[in-house]
Antibody, heavy 117, light 110 residues
Framework: QVQLQESGPGLVKPSETLSLTCTVS????????WSWIRQPPGKGLEWIGY???????NYNPSLKSRVTISVDTSKNQFSLNLSSVTAADTAVYYC???????????WGQGTLVTVSS | QSALTQPASVSGSPGQSITISCTGT?????????VSWYQQHPDKPPKLMIF???NRPSGVSNRFSGSKSGNTASLTISGLQAEDEADYYC??????????FGGGTKLTVL
């Protein structure tokens, strides 16, 4: 059974970098899009980006200048870095596995990250 | 990229059918057969219900169906049940190789 689990600080100060890791268990890393999606409290889903198993990345154009997604296959983990955060980046952050760009079949439970001083 | 347009809310009685629309452009919904639908219950991660416009993942009830016409995709739920009450989101692949979500639709089962 594939499982994904997000981890990282729940509180980040404005202007700093938000860093999250997603640990994957129970499956291989081949031919999947390892994705990050976020959801501000009470609002809808926003796609952040993905890293394909080949290492190719693609990001939401509105976040592209601040986002980096990377993968560590030796640890079965992939990570999200979002720089220069503001209160608008406060959200539940989900990691997900997708076999096509929009076909996310396994999700983490989500982690709330609050941006506040 | 702009979010896809969904109605904020829809409602129906048990046993009835409802349809949720998802409108985009020729650069996303209309240009590709890569529209997905997700169901989200409160405080839970989204669950994939439909992929590639009309395909159901294993384990998803056949009461859920998807279709597309031009720049608008639709999710139909037949035989409404209380457990179907949730938020529903569409998503589409785009011409920039990115993904865009709809704003979400709250389904109320009366």
């Amino acid at each position: 059974q594939v499982q994904l689990q997000e981890s990282g600080p729940g509180l980040v100060k404005p202007s700093e970098t938000l860093s999250l890791t997603c640990t994957v268990s129970g499956g291989s890393s081949s031919r999947y899009y390892w994705s990050w999606i976020r959801q501000p409290p009470g609002k809808g889903l926003e796609w952040i980006g993905y890293i394909y198993y080949s290492g190719k990345t693609n990001y939401n154009p509105s976040l592209k200048s601040r986002v980096t997604i990377s993968v560590d296959t030796s640890k079965n983990q992939f990570s999200l870095n979002l720089s220069s955060v503001t209160a608008a980046d406060t959200a539940v952050y989900y990691c997900a596995r997708a076999w096509c760009v929009g076909c996310a079949d396994y999700w983490g439970q989500g982690t709330l990250v609050t941006v506040s001083s | 990229q702009s979010a896809l347009t969904q109605p904020a809310s829809v409602s129906g009685s048990p046993g009835q059918s409802i349809t949720i629309s998802c409108t985009g452009t020729s650069s996303d919904v209309g240009g590709f057969n890569y529209v997905s639908w997700y169901q989200q219950h409160p405080d839970k991660p989204p669950k994939l219900m439909i992929f590639e416009v009309s395909n159901r993942p294993s384990g998803v009830s056949n009461r859920f169906s998807g279709s597309k016409s031009g720049n608008t995709a639709s999710l139909t739920i037949s035989g409404l049940q209380a457990e179907d009450e949730a938020d529903y989101y569409c998503s589409s692949y785009t011409s920039s190789s990115t993904l865009v979500f709809g704003g979400g639709t709250k389904l109320t089962v009366l």
